[in-house]
């Protein structure tokens, strides 16, 4: 089995213990490191994720993976916060964004990446707008590489 079929195994079989518990799955990867394969959880809570919780899923997806199908190299097993500065992926993620500073890169040809910072002004299925130096620039979802939240600015 591949490392993408892989991914899809465990994403859906561990979703029903995530939903059961309130847990957005922010993102899953699963590579080699260190001479044997992680698999790291970012999981997050609407108002956010303690230590003390991401040890408690750590041991619940351990468990169910252990008794699970899924055939898994020898694996090192993370579950985390994806911390403040958490990947901005879908039209959820700059719903929750909104009114917040955020650094977008984005291409209008497929080829040259702009870079835009700014606040989320409004956010849809197609665009995501951003009041970026006293302009608004309309940034189509489908465009953006890479997004993320601008610590430290409101």
């Known amino acids: 089995m591949d490392r993408e079929q892989i991914v899809k ?4 079989f561990i979703s029903p213990l995530l939903d059961k518990e309130g847990i957005e799955l922010v993102e899953f990867s699963y590579r080699r490191g260190g001479g044997k394969m992680v698999l790291t959880f970012l999981v997050d809570t609407p108002g956010g994720i303690t230590l003390g919780e991401c040890a408690r899923l ?6 169910l993976l252990d008794e699970s199908d899924i055939q898994l190299e020898n694996y090192l097993l993370q579950v985390s916060s994806p911390g403040l500065d958490r990947p901005i992926k879908t039209v959820k993620d700059f719903l929750r964004a909104s009114g917040k500073m955020v650094r977008v890169v984005y291409t209008k040809d497929g080829k040259d990446r702009i870079t835009c910072k700014g606040e989320v002004k409004s ?15 309309m940034i189509p979802v489908d465009k953006i590489v890479k997004a993320v939240l601008e610590i430290g600015e409101v």
């Not at 195994?9 to 859906?12: F, L, P, T, W």
């Not at 707008?129 to 608004?136: F, P």
């Open 123 to 137: 956010v849809n299925n197609e665009n995501v707008t951003l009041a970026c130096e006293e302009k608004e620039e």
């Open 9 to 12: 195994e465990v994403e859906e």
């Open 58 to 63: 750590n041991n619940q997806i351990g468990k």
